[in-house]
């Protein structure tokens, strides 16, 4: 445990100590301060409208209508971040040679791989960090619900963490940053729109909506953890992990 | 402490290692010399437990390299062709680093980091840039992590590799005191630095093992007649007829002729020294003696006479697998 503790530890520092959290976390901290302001207006105009026409702002609901369609964009901007986030985590240590370092310690595997998500993870989790500060200040103003605010969160962690687990596969399998970035982002682009096609193919249907990783966190950006969800992602993440574990290890028997 | 037998290595078709077999004693220096492509990196990377081998077993500090990797990993130390090293740690982070991989305690950790910087001689660049050290202190740095955790065997690939001719005498140097401690393979192919440093050595050409032995017997095994280098003062037509004569010489060959000087090479029967005929038949001959030296083979000739295919010399004492 210390050791993977070790790795997951120098994973998180060496993203600081390049331009990629940095860049990461601000370009993340942009966009979603335009949603944000842009969710915001909208929210205002119609409770303005509703106002007036006599609903009362009273149907209007801050979770609703504002903080869930806020998420569901977040999960876009995660979409462009996350290959960025994980390109590097194999390559680099491929490339500069570190990897024969890690490889000959006394630790398995399978711990290297589970040390690696956690930092990517841990970088992850400060990105997300920064858009609480925008919805701090909803809790100034207004008066949302803080419970579904948590599950959308653990259901942003544990959607991001599949496309974490499946882009550190994606690393082991190039020395070459560029080909691993665009490679991770076809598969979790591919992995959103793969509904798009089982809609109209109603044999599939049912299979494509279970493998959408967005549609699991519908649910959870509802308020709503449904333990189906949570294996769903879970089985993702280990089973993303798995692949890495396996990748490195042939890649010990091709050499 | 490393026992290797019948290692073999397939990549695909190629093979890299094939049956390679030998033994390095606890506190031995064990050079592996080779040219390059010969199967040395491959053969340390299997050692380590970096790569699996294809066939044979290999045994490090008591532990199977296959079977208890974890074990045999955690006495092992590495250096690679090129020191691991994180740009973006200082020397003193990325040991510390090191530290925890290899699984010591925080409070025995500090302790060894300091020790191994001192041993190294790198404590001056502690709290530098691994990005921002000279070719020499990437070096060190690779030597301090490989033994910071006090490994039983110290795996160097090419230590002295691209560094300049002082820091090879420093390396040198520092490997030596190492070995008090330590089991240490290193591979190289400078043929110097094996008869400086080496215990043993083993000679590995595509792949296989061509001889195994101490750099003496290795020069002296070889050379399968002795040879002297006779200089005398003036060019005497019958001097070769004279010295041919001597009990033992077998030939006199004129190997060079420079200001009046003559050099004659003159072989002999292999444990025959004709060294005090040679100088006595010169001077009673009333010729000047000049010179009066055997020729020892080099390394770099054996080195080439094993590495080039089926030279009659290399299998003459049973040299494994020639």
Not at chain 2, 56 to 80: C, M, N, W
Request: aromatic share 10%; proline share 4%; charged share 20%.
């Amino acid at each position: 445990m210390r050791n993977v503790l070790a790795i997951a530890n120098k994973e998180l520092r060496s993203y600081f100590a390049s331009p990629i959290a940095y860049i990461v976390i601000g370009v993340f901290a942009l966009l979603y301060g335009w949603f944000f302001v842009a969710v915001l207006g909208f929210f205002v105009r119609q409770s303005m409208q509703m106002g007036q026409f006599g609903g009362g702002a009273q149907s209007m609901n801050v979770n609703q209508q504002l903080i869930r369609p806020l998420l569901q964009n977040v999960t876009i901007l995660i979409l462009f971040m996350l290959p960025a986030i994980t390109m590097r985590t194999y390559s680099e240590e491929k490339r500069s040679g570190t990897i024969e370092l890690l490889l000959t310690s006394p630790i398995t595997d399978f711990q290297i791989v589970i040390g690696k998500f956690l930092g990517a993870l841990a970088l992850y989790a400060v990105m997300l960090g920064v858009s609480l500060i925008h919805l701090a200040i909803l809790f100034v103003y207004g008066r949302p619900e803080w419970k579904p605010l948590l599950t959308a969160y653990v259901g942003l962690l544990l959607f991001g963490g599949c496309f974490i687990s499946v882009g550190l596969f994606i690393s082991t399998l190039t020395k070459n940053q560029v080909v691993s970035f665009m490679a991770t982002f076809g598969v979790f682009l591919f992995l959103w729109v793969i509904t798009w096609i089982g809609s109209t193919v109603p044999s599939i249907e049912g299979l494509v909506t279970y493998l959408s990783v967005i549609d699991h966190f519908d649910d959870f950006s509802k308020g709503v953890i449904d333990t189906a969800h949570v294996i769903y992602y879970l089985s993702f993440i280990t089973f993303g992990l798995f692949l890495t574990a396996k990748s490195v290890d042939s890649e010990r028997w091709r050499g | 402490m490393i026992e290797v037998q019948h290692l073999t290595k397939r990549y695909g078709r190629v093979t890299a290692v094939e049956d390679v077999d030998f033994k390095v004693e606890r506190g031995e220096i064990l050079g592996f010399l080779g040219p390059n492509g010969a199967g040395k990196t491959t053969t340390m990377r299997i050692l380590t437990g970096f790569m699996p081998a294809t066939e044979g077993k290999a045994i490090v500090a008591g532990f199977d390299v296959f079977d208890q990797p974890i074990e045999a990993k955690r006495r092992t130390g590495y250096l690679p062709e090129t020191p691991p090293l994180y740009p973006d740690m200082t020397v003193v982070e990325y040991l510390d680093f090191v530290g925890k991989l290899k699984g010591l305690l925080p409070a025995d950790r500090r302790q060894r980091v300091r020790a191994v910087m001192d041993r190294t001689r790198i404590t001056d660049m502690a709290d530098r840039l691994c990005s921002k050290l000279s070719k020499g202190y990437r070096q060190r740095v690779g030597l301090a992590q490989a033994i910071i955790h006090n490994p039983d065997v110290l795996i160097l690939d090419e230590p002295t590799a691209g560094l300049d001719p002082k820091q090879i005498i420093e390396t040198r140097e520092l490997i030596k005191e190492l070995s008090g401690d330590h089991t240490i393979i290193l591979s190289t192919h400078i043929l110097p630095e094996v008869s400086q440093t080496c215990d043993r050595v083993v000679i590995i050409n595509k792949g296989r093992v061509v001889a195994v032995d101490t750099p003496e017997n290795l020069t002296a095994r070889l050379r399968g007649s002795e040879t002297m280098y006779l200089q005398v003062d003036a060019a005497h037509a019958d001097a070769p007829a004279v010295l041919g004569r001597l009990p033992g010489v077998t030939r006199v060959t004129e190997s060079d002729r420079r200001d009046g000087l003559v050099g004659y090479e003159v072989e002999s029967e292999k444990g025959h020294d004709v060294r005090r005929d040679l100088a006595r038949a010169v001077v009673t001959s009333g010729w000047g003696l000049l010179e009066l030296r055997p020729m020892r083979m080099s390394l770099e000739e054996i080195f080439l006479s094993l590495t080039t295919d089926e030279t009659p010399t290399a299998t003459e004492d049973g040299a494994p697998n020639a």
